[in-house]
């Protein structure tokens, strides 16, 4: 039984993610405006109404419901998340955009079920830890579970294709495994597999080898696959330390591919300069560290590994997207959370953090 309230420092940093974010969306939606004028509507609609309305719903409706209702149903989500990620093959339900095949049609909405797999597999890890927590140190117990999942994950998002998330959701449950009491060798036999196998899909796959290619030399080709990472930089340079001022983003217009999507924090940094860039990044880092104080103090193994994963699973995505923004990881596509364009990514996000205030209404037992 719940003996204390919400974690109200959490919840407000979230809050601020949330607001700041629509404000930020909204500026740089006007460059969508500019481009491609009637579609500006739908999507700011689908930002505040599948995002910021549902997703606050979800966020109040998700703190209610009692931490181990998700241990009970943990491999049944992950089942399904699977199976709903896997119909984006068929033709009848998915629909290719950007080279991707990512998303599903339902008709009245447009789907991204991956978020729902990033869900799925954090609680199956969560759920299974905990119940074997004194074998996890074991290979059977530990380290191959944990493999099976990241291999079943793996081959849906690889086929789609869609590294970006497969590589977080690598890394949030690698995290949890950790946290749950993996063996140092274990981790460093994990690193030796990523290493390996990370270096065999970048030259089986020719787009992650240009992202590579782009990251060690972005200027190796300015009007192709340099574009983006060139503007992004123009963009964070001209903001300078305090901005340009609210709206008065040049990039966003015409030379930003996406900046209501991956590119949204270069959109930030050259509106709000060096100072608004460390307020965002400051932000996420208020977020993993409250909530890994949750996991902390969370009543038990599961709720706490569950904390853990899904904090981190969300500020590691964050990292890698500014990261890529600033030219210091290879771009990855991905969104940044609570900020860029995408209901689904919202939505999820903020049910997410639904759960995570539930848990953090829990004391753990002395």
């Known amino acids: 039984m719940a003996n204390r309230s919400i974690d109200k420092v959490f919840l407000a940093t979230v809050i601020f993610l949330m607001l700041g974010g629509f404000f930020i969306f909204m500026s740089a939606s006007l460059g969508l405006l500019a481009r491609q004028g009637p579609q500006f509507g739908a999507t700011a609609f689908n930002q505040a109404f599948s995002g910021l309305f549902l997703g606050s719903i979800a966020l109040v409706v998700f703190s209610k ?6 241990k009970k149903y943990a491999i049944h989500i992950f089942a399904f998340s699977i199976i709903a990620t896997a119909l984006v093959f ?25 978020e729902f797999l990033k869900f799925g597999a954090v609680l199956c890890l969560a759920a299974w830890f905990s119940s074997f927590k004194y074998k996890v140190q074991s290979v059977k117990w530990g380290l191959v579970p944990l493999l099976a999942v990241i291999g079943i994950v793996g081959l ?17 449950v690698v995290s949890m495994f950790f946290v749950a009491g993996g063996k140092w060798r274990h981790m460093l036999a994990l690193f ?92 996420f880092v208020l977020f993993l560290l409250r909530g890994l104080s949750i996991a902390r103090r969370a009543p038990d193994a599961f709720s706490g590994l569950l904390v853990s994963g899904i904090v981190i699973m969300i500020v590691f995505q964050s990292l890698i997207n500014i990261a890529a923004i600033i030219g210091v990881f290879p771009l990855s596509g991905l969104p940044l959370p609570f900020i860029s364009h995408g209901g689904t990514a919202i939505l999820f996000a903020l049910i997410e953090v639904g759960i995570v205030l539930n848990i953090s209404r829990y004391k753990r037992n002395i």
């Open 65 to 70: 419901i009692e931490y181990l209702f998700w």
């Open 90 to 114: 068929v033709p009848a339900l998915g629909f290719t955009h950007g080279g991707a095949r990512r998303w599903l049609d339902l008709g009245f909405i447009t789907f991204q079920p991956s």
């Open 156 to 172: 849906i998002l690889l086929l789609q294709p869609d590294m970006d998330t497969f590589l977080v959701i690598s890394a949030a």
């Open 192 to 283: 030796g597999i990523a290493v390996i196998g990370f270096t065999l899909i970048v030259f089986s796959k020719p787009y992650l080898m240009e992202r590579v290619l782009t990251f060690v030399d972005p200027s190796r080709d300015p009007s192709g696959a340099g574009w983006q990472i060139q503007q992004s930089l123009i963009a964070v340079g001209s903001g300078e330390m305090f901005g340009k001022g609210f709206g008065q983003s040049i990039q966003k217009f015409k030379f930003l591919p996406e900046p209501i999507g991956d590119s949204i924090f270069a959109v930030a940094a050259e509106e709000f300069g060096f100072v608004g860039g460390i307020v965002i990044i400051a932000a």
